[in-house]
């Protein structure tokens, strides 16, 4: 609804600054992108590219944006893209990483996204790499949420097997949750569109660890699920995270 004129008397108020989402009121806006998170987790193993005959091959990473990035990627001081994040996950050695060690990636693909109820004002750069036995995500969130944070949202959402602890030097979280499947119709002009009934797809372990060691908001997200819903152990993804962070081009902070 249009605002109520201002009375003739008062004194014009300042101008207001754009605001940020805080950290708190980004609290919903979380918990939506473990929801998110989870759907692209069911759903992304059927959308990336895979060899349909004969022995797997190498995959290669999408070569940068294929379009215009959205403005919360030009307004942070050095915002990773999906495509600079897939670099980083798709390393030689995250079969052997994943304890798969003789098979090959089949799949991978990125994305720059931003987080959901944030009016596209937060990055969420994601990137993801698929082998037959496990699929890989790694996201960043560039958002005011500290871990500290983060874990006290678990209280809210259906997270299980919390655990928390350093990561090159910065606070991090395991947690577990079931992904989920949302189908969604788009209808035959390919527009409008209706959301399908959510379905619980196969569990997947997540570790969370701060951009910083500050913990100042903001984080990297490393997922692991599969399709018969076993996931590698705890070190495992330990060992994958401490290999491809450092890889991640950092921000100016």
Not at 35 to 53: D, I, N, T, V
């Amino acid at each position: 609804a249009p605002a109520a004129p201002a009375a003739p008397a008062a004194p014009a108020a300042p101008a207001a600054r754009e605001k940020e989402p805080n950290a708190w009121g980004q609290a919903f806006a979380a918990v939506a992108v473990f929801a998110a998170l989870g759907a692209a987790a069911f759903l992304g193993p059927k959308l990336l590219p895979s060899e349909a005959h004969g022995t797997p091959h190498a995959v290669s990473c999408p070569l940068g944006q294929e379009t215009e990035l959205p403005s919360a990627y030009r307004k942070s001081p050095r915002t990773v893209t999906g495509a600079e994040l897939c670099e980083a996950l798709n390393t030689p050695d995250l079969a052997r990483l994943l304890g798969t060690p003789t098979e090959t990636a089949t799949g991978a693909s990125a994305s720059n996204n931003t987080a959901p109820l944030t009016d596209g004002k937060v990055a969420l750069p994601e990137a993801e790499v698929e082998f037959d036995t496990y699929t890989v995500n790694v996201a960043v969130t560039y958002n005011h949420l500290s871990i500290a944070q983060y874990v006290k949202l678990m209280d809210y959402g259906n997270e299980t097997d919390v655990k928390k602890l350093k990561v090159l030097g910065r606070p991090a979280v395991f947690s577990s949750a079931h992904t989920m499947r949302i189908e969604i119709n788009f209808g035959s002009g390919g527009s409008g569109g209706s959301g399908g009934p959510v379905e619980q797809g196969p569990p997947a372990r997540t570790l969370a660890v701060a951009l910083d060691a500050k913990d100042r908001g903001g984080y990297y997200e490393i997922t692991v699920w599969s399709t018969s819903g076993a996931f590698p152990g705890d070190d495992a993804l330990l060992d994958i995270t401490e290999k491809v962070l450092p890889a991640v081009p950092e921000r100016r902070m």
